[in-house]
Structure formats: C-alpha cells, structure tokens
C-alpha cells in the first residue's frame, strides 16, 4: 500500500485489492446469502467481535464469531495479526454515515474495502474539508493523522459531485471495515476526538441513546458520542 500525497496524512491506499470477478462473486453472497437486518438504511453485520454501538467498543457479551470463509481471502494482517472485529456494511442509496472516529481507547489500526458502487468520503478537522473518493475493489488505511485527528464520514445524498464537476448517481455499496484492539492506552492527547483524553481530562462521554431514553425508546441507529465513534 503507498500514501497519498494529501492531507491528512496517514492514509494508505492500494487500488484493486480484488479482481472485479471476485469483486462480484462477494456481492452475489451479499445479495442472495447473507441474512441482514430487517430495516432500511445503512445495514451492518460483524464478524470476530461484535461493534457495541451504544460503547463504541467491543460487546463483552457476544461471542467471537469466526470469520467466514468468504471473508478469510480479504483479511489483512498488521504486524502479522488479523484483525479482531469485521464489520460489513450495506449502503443502499441516499445513505451515509456521520462524521466520527473510531474510538481511540478501543481500537488501533483501521481498514476498509470498498465494494460495488463508489462513492466520496469527507474528512474533517475544523473548517478543513478533504474528499476521497472511495473506488470499489480498493483497500484503504487510516493511520496516525488520518486516524486519530480528522473525522471521516458519508453525507447522505443521492449523487456525488466529482472534481470535473460530473455529478455522479449513487448505487448500492459494500464497505468491509477491519479493527485491531489497542494495546495499552492513546496517548494522542487530542480532547476533542480522543475518549482516553476526555477521560483524563473529567470529560464525561455524551450518547444519544442516554438521552433518548429519558423520552422514548431509542433505536441502535440513535447513538453518538462527543466527537467519538
């Protein structure tokens, strides 16, 4: 994988991880094998550890779920290790998901593939905007600067509008999202975006979910942190 020459920094790329044999061989599993949650919008499944969308960590309650075997041809390793939680994630179009970082007391590295249509992910620090677009069968990491300091997401939208100025349709879209698990605690100091910053600071974590219940029963899709994901 090489580095792009951008800010931020710390992303690493390589196009066509797959062929777009294998590429379509994957989304014929998807479509016609896989059994996904029964509501609209962005649908997600998880492999080895469960995502606990209400701690955005890891659920201590859900077993290790082996990996599958269509899944074992994609796994990258870092320093020699596979990741520990998978997740597969459906974007129908019009979908996206808010800026965010992965929390930084949780997980390490970062990896997704990307798989059938493209689409244009925003990375944010401040009044920074920095687009990438995410070209199916491409494999990207988020390192260092990219990781820990810019948040990333996909703006719900039914088209993108490239830098030519071609307005592109979306389509349905598969993204594979690879974690490790930090050893030990993030020492980025970043209090904005780092849970382990806040902590230490006396920041308390605000979830949507907290708050929703106090009105309504609140849905897995209702949660949120202060800067964190």
């Known amino acids: 994988m090489e580095e792009l020459p951008i800010e931020p920094h710390g992303i690493f790329w390589q196009a066509d991880f797959i062929t777009p044999e294998h590429e379509q061989s ?22 080895g550890y469960t995502f606990d969308y209400k701690t955005f960590g890891v659920d201590p309650d859900i077993p290790f779920k082996e990996f599958p075997d269509w ?44 798989l059938g249509a493209p689409v244009m992910m925003q990375f944010r620090r401040g009044e920074k905007r920095v687009e990438i677009d995410l070209a199916p069968r491409s494999m990207m990491q988020m ?14 939208r039914k088209t993108d509008t490239l830098g030519d100025g071609t307005v592109r349709q979306r389509r349905d879209r598969w993204s594979i999202t690879y974690r490790w698990l930090r050893e030990g605690e993030c020492e980025c100091g970043n209090e904005d975006l780092c849970d382990t910053a806040q902590r230490r600071k006396g920041v308390e974590r605000e979830y949507r979910w907290k708050q929703a219940s106090e009105t309504k029963p609140s849905s897995a899709g209702e949660v949120t942190e202060k800067g964190v994901h």
């Open 26 to 47: 994957l989304i014929h599993i998807f479509q016609h094998t896989l059994q996904w949650p029964a509501r609209s919008g962005r649908l997600s499944l998880h492999y």
């Open 71 to 114: 899944l074992q041809p994609l796994i990258p390793l870092v320093d020699g290790k596979p990741p520990v939680q998978v997740c597969l994630q459906h974007y129908a179009p019009g979908t996206g998901i808010p800026p965010h970082v992965d929390t930084h007391s949780t997980y390490d590295e970062l990896f997704a593939l990307s």
């Open 143 to 156: 390192s260092g600067d990219s990781r820990l300091h810019w948040t990333h997401g996909i703006k719900k």
